[in-house]
Nanobody, 121 residues
Framework: QLQLVESGGGLVQPGGSLRLSCAAS????????IGWFRQAPGKEREGVAC????????YYADSVKGRFTISRDNAENTVSLQMNSLKPEDTAVYYC??????????????WGQGTQVTVSS
């Protein structure tokens, strides 16, 4: 069964850090572009970061640029999202997704169930 599972969410104070992980079972992430998305209550889902499989390029939403970093660990078959200097507006359910086209911005084939991130004092 092909599956993506996110982990690492939780409650953190403003200015703090969290590291989210996206793990795959049934397929190898290195061949897929991996995107991180988030959805806050009452808001549309937005793309946060993406890493392509073709050239390893990374892309970030303006709202997280300089604070979030997406990276691969091919040995562990995971993709991580390091989130620093967190703000209350980063509060959302975070999802990872994979597309076999290998390029960011294409339609995604697989989605995880999401992990909650809450930034609050």
């Amino acid at each position: 069964q092909l599956q993506l599972v996110e982990s690492g969410g939780g409650l953190v104070q403003p200015g703090g850090s969290l590291r989210l992980s996206c793990a795959a079972s049934g397929f190898t992430l290195v061949y897929y572009a991996i995107g991180w998305f988030r959805q806050a209550p009452g808001k549309e889902r937005e793309g946060v970061a993406c890493i392509s499989s073709l050239d390893g390029n990374t892309y970030y939403a303006d709202s997280v640029k300089g604070r979030f970093t997406i990276s691969r660990d091919n040995a562990e078959n995971t993709v991580s999202l390091q989130m620093n200097s967190l703000k209350p507006e980063d509060t959302a359910v975070y999802y990872c997704a994979a597309n076999l086209d290998g390029e960011c911005g294409r339609a995604y084939d697989y989605w995880g169930q999401g992990t909650q991130v809450t930034v609050s004092s």
